[in-house]
């Protein structure tokens, strides 16, 4: 019987050999994949229990963590939580993270590989790892003036403010309306952190919006100026020329008053008008003429160059990992009659604010556009700079002939036009208005404004957009509230 | 007569075994020691209580071998109790995740105590295995009556989804750990006997020659077994357990594959159709009643689908277990560190994982090695063993082991679907701990019956009784 017996052991061998390779795939091969899955408590129990790194504007932290005395070791603190949720975002239970906390996840918890040295000598110290830190390019005074503006707004506000130095990209500001406390989405306990989710998920305001990045909205008259640059940059038309003027402009393919564009009452003239003074009272007639002028093609083409249909910004991240910016949208196929309304940023042109001050900061910045970003620096826990963003270009949107003089056609609708309400007195400001429709009934149009300034050597560029606020429709138009508000970030960033 | 063949003679090797009993201790003291300073920062204050415990269970155990099986294998005790001490350390260890009041550990040490016992009682009160032989029919009818037990209303329990438990009182006990052993023994008598008859070969099919008709009968009978306890208490597990031993020992018994390939396809076939009556038969209630099965396939083939929120979060031990292994890693997060108690059931059914978690690929690989040992050592036993009962008895135990390990880890580990058997000597429970024991018990007998220098069957050249002796001079 003894041939069998070894015929057996044989078997056995093969059964042991199986287990022990099937144990050396699940817990070496499989094990990182196992980490990263976002439903593994173990990952989320040691994310909490150990000391992530703060995320900086200049040297305060607006996040950052802090020992705790409940189940795990640290609790994550947001110091001014309304004023930096949108950028922040909220390190929550069971993966629920967003935000700054979400893109720059592996440096805050110190797995990044930039921060190995550190790590290591983490380990050999027997500390217990610690997290790096992460600067952000947000200039307090600009944010504090961008919030404040959106606050003091009357009633329930919906809005957002983004500011940009058009040299760099650098994201300066970044507020939205209304905002949420981030803390309430870091607590420990998961019955509470499921009824502060549930209760802000269920707001009808969505507070968990970051409108600047994450809400298109029809840019309206603010389109005019990419529909001014894609005139000039056809070479057919300078700053100073006469362009097509009037009352009303029947869009090509209609008929009637439906198919019908004025201009509420502004003065456009008639036959051909000089460029600056369509500019400076926002003539619907003159650009829904000058986008059938130039087609569709070039349109496209112009918006495409300041960022339209791409995809750029990935600092700020929703639970999923993926970029919250939502895409602005240029239509790529229309006729004449939709091309014309395109001209006036209708039809189904959609931007969000960071895309509209980024066409002001092209401009400002000579024609380049520059890549927007919100992570300036990586620290170890010792405060060593272990990386730094460099700037880089993200298109050439115009000539710097076309820029300048796009510039001065916008620094006239400030000084003599629609966008007076942001003049700073000693310096030159760059600006346009925009209201735009919303295209329901019930829903009240939505107000633009956008700016840089110095006019010649722009420090900064602002995109303010006011979704909806308890203002009268009358007062929406003319940047009566947009416009003070772009000009305080702006003066923020020019007056340190 | 001519001189005894046997020329190699086993030495007793009892100080070997000292010396691998010190080092078993080493583990599991250690281990008990390290739990304590991971989990609470300190050394259990019970360390020397608990360490002399167990040191003494350890040496009654190696003294009962040195007076009653001085030639026993020196290795099985070491490893039994270095298992079964690092078994102890983990489910202590998962007491005190738990917190103050559960006591697990506690109770499981008892049951070791037990264990140890019984391991005394038998190799003391059972000096000859073949003596067991006579018990062949009464071990077989015990065996089916324990096996069908959780089949009875009132005392079955179903923990799980599957039904192999007894409940009476406060007392839960698993009656099929006690009827592998039984049902070892009743094989062995019965195959014995009948071996030969068996071996003979019937129809000849692509080289393989097959049984005859007329003798499937014994196999029909486990085939059946398997199959009342594969639908009655919905365990894979076990079916596979008890049909599995029997083919294997039929097979070394006759020698023909044949048997193996039969059995094997009558397995998968009889399992196939209880698979297609869980979806399929045309009466709900018998696929409500197989559901369990199917489930438990599905779980295993898309675990990740039965997890977590918005499933029936049936996959949560399997993919927790997974979680918990993947977070170990090569090394293991170290005692305390990890979060083993997110494991369902992780100290009995899932112990493998609860190790994979705090001590690392390392320790469940260490785990594997000894678990391999005591296969080694058993099928050993077998192959020097001089009587075919014997041999018999030892492969069916050594195989025993082999395949509750492998069905238990592999299950964890998700190389095959996921059943409720216990890990031997590690898993809090104590018909399973105690079975156990004995089970070494046995292999130690055998072994130290088949590694006794030979007796000496030479007559003397004058017999002694004759009135006068002649001196032989040397």
């Known amino acids: ?496 | 007569m001519s001189q005894s063949p046997v020329t190699f003679t086993h030495r007793s090797r009892r100080g070997a075994e000292l010396l691998l009993l010190v080092l078993a201790l080493a583990v599991g003291i250690g281990a008990y020691a390290a739990v304590g300073l991971g989990v609470q920062g300190e050394v259990p204050a019970n360390l020397i209580g608990y360490g002399s415990w167990l040191a003494a269970l350890a040496v009654v155990a190696h003294v009962t071998l040195r007076f009653v099986a001085p030639y026993a294998d020196p290795v099985l005790l070491p490893v039994v109790v270095a298992l079964n001490g690092l078994g102890l350390a983990i489910i202590h260890r998962l007491d005190l995740a738990r917190g103050g009041e559960s006591a697990v550990a506690a109770r499981q040490l008892t049951w070791m105590t037990l264990g140890v016992v019984l391991f005394v009682v038998t190799l003391v009160f059972l000096r000859d295995h073949r003596v067991l032989q006579r018990y062949t029919y009464t071990c077989g009818l015990g065996a089916v009556l324990l096996l069908l037990l959780p089949m009875v209303p009132g005392i079955g329990a179903d923990i799980n989804g599957a039904s192999i438990w007894i409940r009476i009182g406060p007392m839960s006990f698993q009656p099929g750990e006690v009827a592998k052993i039984l049902l070892v023994i009743a094989f062995s008598g019965y195959l014995v006997l009948h071996r030969d008859a068996l071996a003979l070969a019937g129809r000849r099919l692509l080289f393989i020659d097959l049984p005859r008709g007329r003798d499937l009968g014994p196999l029909l009978m486990m085939f059946g077994l398997a199959m009342v306890i594969l639908v009655g208490q919905k365990d894979l597990g076990s079916s596979l357990l008890f049909f599995g031993i029997f083919v294997v020992m039929l097979y070394v018994a006759t020698e023909r594959p044949g048997w193996l390939l039969l059995a094997g396809g009558l397995f998968v076939g009889g399992a196939g159709l209880v698979w297609w009556a869980s979806t399929s038969f045309p009466v709900e209630a018998v696929r409500g009643h197989l559901a369990h099965v199917k489930t438990r396939f599905d779980i295993w083939l898309h675990p990740f689908e039965y997890y977590g929120e918005g499933t029936s979060d049936a996959g949560r031990q399997l993919v927790e277990s997974m979680y918990g292994m993947g977070w170990g890693g090569l090394l293991g997060r170290g005692f305390g560190e990890g979060s083993p108690w997110l494991i369902p059931l992780a100290d009995s059914d899932m112990i493998v994982a609860a190790i994979g978690e705090e001590l690392g690929l390392t320790a469940v690989m260490a785990l594997l090695l000894c678990y391999g040992l005591i296969v080694e050592r058993g099928l050993r036993a077998a192959v020097i063993s001089r009587d075919n009962f014997g041999k018999l008895l030892a492969t069916g135990l050594a195989f025993v082991i082999a395949l509750q390990v492998f069905v238990v880890v592999g299950g964890v580990t998700r190389l095959i679907p996921l059943t409720g058997l216990t890990t031997p000597f590690l898993s809090a429970g104590g018909s399973s701990l105690v079975a156990n024991w004995v089970v070494i018990a046995l292999l130690l007998r055998i072994s130290d019956f088949a590694r006794r220098p030979a007796p000496d069957l030479s007559t003397p050249d004058e017999p002694d009784q004759d009135a006068t002796q002649v001196v032989k001079l040397p």
């Open chain 1, 1 to 496: 019987m003894n041939k069998p017996i070894r015929i057996i052991s044989i078997l056995c061998l093969v059964m042991f050999v199986a287990l022990l390779g099937n144990a050396t795939y699940l817990q070496y091969w499989k094990a990182g994949d196992f980490r990263d899955d976002g439903t593994n408590r173990r990952v989320v129990d040691a994310d909490f229990s150990r000391e992530r790194g703060a995320i900086l504007v200049g040297r305060e932290p607006i996040a950052e963590s802090v020992p705790s005395d409940d189940r795990y070791e640290f609790q994550r603190t947001y110091p001014k939580p309304f004023l930096y949720a949108p950028l922040t975002g909220y390190f929550g239970y069971g993966g629920a993270i967003t935000g700054v906390e979400r893109s720059q996840n592996s440096v805050l918890s110190g797995d990044d590989d930039r921060l190995f040295v550190t790590r290591m000598v983490d380990l050999l110290s027997n500390e217990g790892a610690q997290g790096g830190d992460v600067a952000l390019t947000i200039n307090p005074r600009a944010q504090r003036a961008a919030m404040d503006g959106l606050e003091a707004l009357p009633g329930d506000v919906q809005g957002a403010v983004v500011a940009i130095e058009p040299s760099t990209g650098k994201i300066l500001a970044m507020a939205s309306a209304p905002t949420y406390d981030p803390n309430k989405l870091a607590v420990h306990d998961q019955g509470e952190w499921q009824r502060n989710a549930e209760q802000l998920e269920g707001n009808e305001s969505q507070p968990l919006l970051n409108r600047a990045v994450q809400t298109t909205l029809p840019p309206g008259s603010t389109f005019k100026i990419v529909t001014a640059a894609a005139a000039l940059s056809t070479g057919k038309y300078s700053a100073d020329s006469q362009v097509p003027g009037g009352a009303t402009y029947q869009l090509p393919l209609t008929s009637g008053e439906s198919g019908e564009i004025d201009n509420e009452g502004r003065d456009c003239g008639s036959g051909r008008i000089p460029f600056a003074q369509a500019m400076e009272n926002s003539c619907n007639t003159t650009f829904a003429a000058l986008a059938n002028e130039v087609g569709p093609e070039a349109m496209l083409e112009q918006a495409e160059a300041f960022g339209f249909n791409q995809e750029y910004f990935d600092d700020l991240q929703g639970t999923n990992g993926k970029s919250l910016q939502a895409v602005s949208r240029f239509p790529e196929e229309m006729d004449e009659a939709q091309t014309g309304q395109t001209g006036i940023g209708q039809f189904e042109v959609r931007a969000t604010p960071l895309q509209m001050a980024m066409v002001s900061a092209g401009i400002a910045n000579h024609g380049t556009v520059m890549k927007p970003y919100l992570v300036d620096e990586i620290q170890s826990a010792d405060s060593d700079v272990v990386d730094r963003t460099e700037p880089t270009e993200l298109s050439q949107a115009v000539s710097p002939e076309v820029a300048a003089g796009l510039t001065d056609l916008l620094v006239s609708t400030v000084s003599n036009g629609t966008a007076s309400p942001a003049a700073i007195p000693g310096i030159d400001v760059a600006g346009k208005t925009g209201t735009a429709q919303s295209g329901q009934d019930d829903v009240p149009p939505y107000a633009w404004f956008t700016s840089f300034a110095p006019a010649d050597n722009a420090k900064v560029a602002v995109a303010v957009v006011i979704q909806k606020a308890d203002i009268p429709r009358s007062e929406i138009a003319g940047g009566t509230y947009g416009g003070p508000i772009a000009k305080a970030v702006m003066e923020a960033v020019i007056n340190q």
